[in-house]
């Protein structure tokens, strides 16, 4: 029914990100996982954004959230596209991250950590369901828009024809963080289109697909 991050974060961080034949909807989603408030949702669309999880930020451009109190929830969509999820290691700041190659681009990593007030290297991150290296084909614009940036970014690309690459949507994320000082990164092992039984998949499905939910909040 849901994956649960595999990471050492504090007792009180709950997270888990939902399946293809979950049925849990954005609508249910409180009432079936006994959440403690309703999610506040963003109208992702691949920005640097990043903003509180409050109720006045509900339904706003945005494609990170990010709290320090107790029973707010930070949730994210994703259906290829790699959700991200960081907690503090003292438990006290959570964030949610919508993070397709656009997002990552923009800096969209970049831009929650600075919205987090503590220092980057304190948070430990988890990398949710998304597409794998060996699916992800790409054209010259994506491979200059992370290349150009850094250098380093050319180990996520392998060439697939003349004119286009597969790129590691996971590397790429852990490169960003690991520039940003967060070491502890875990997750990064699952394949959306691949895992048909387990995933939906934008590329996959040609666009007529659902979402997979990844929430995190803290307890009281």
């Keep these: 029914m849901l994956i649960r991050p595999n990471w050492p974060a504090p007792d009180n961080i709950k997270a888990c990100t939902t399946l293809r034949h ?33 109720t006045e930020n509900n339904n706003c451009i945005a494609d990170a959230v990010y709290t320090d109190e107790p029973e707010k929830i930070c949730a994210v969509l994703t259906a290829d596209c790699l959700p991200i999820l960081l907690c503090h290691q003292q438990g006290t700041l959570i964030a949610a991250i919508h993070a397709g190659w656009r997002g990552l681009a923009h800096g969209v990593i970049e831009a929650t950590l600075t919205a987090l007030p503590a220092p980057s290297q304190q948070f430990l991150a988890w ?43 996971y590397e790429l994320a852990k490169q960003r963080l690991q520039a940003q000082g967060i070491h502890r990164i875990y997750g990064g092992n699952f394949c ?11 590329r996959r499905d040609a666009g007529h697909t659902g979402r997979m939910i990844s929430l995190i909040w803290r307890e009281k």
């Design 127 to 169: 990398l949710g369901p998304a597409i794998g290296p060996q699916r992800f084909e790409v054209k010259r614009d994506v491979y200059d828009a992370f290349v150009q940036h850094s250098p380093s970014a050319v180990q996520a690309f392998t060439r697939h024809t003349p004119t286009s690459w597969l790129a590691n949507l």
């Design 22 to 54: 979950s049925q849990i909807t954005r609508e249910s989603c409180k009432e079936q996982l006994l959440l403690p408030s309703n999610p506040i949702w963003i109208q992702q669309k691949h920005t640097n954004i990043a903003v509180k999880a409050a």
């Design 192 to 202: 959306t289109y691949s895992e048909e039984d387990k995933f939906f998949s934008y």
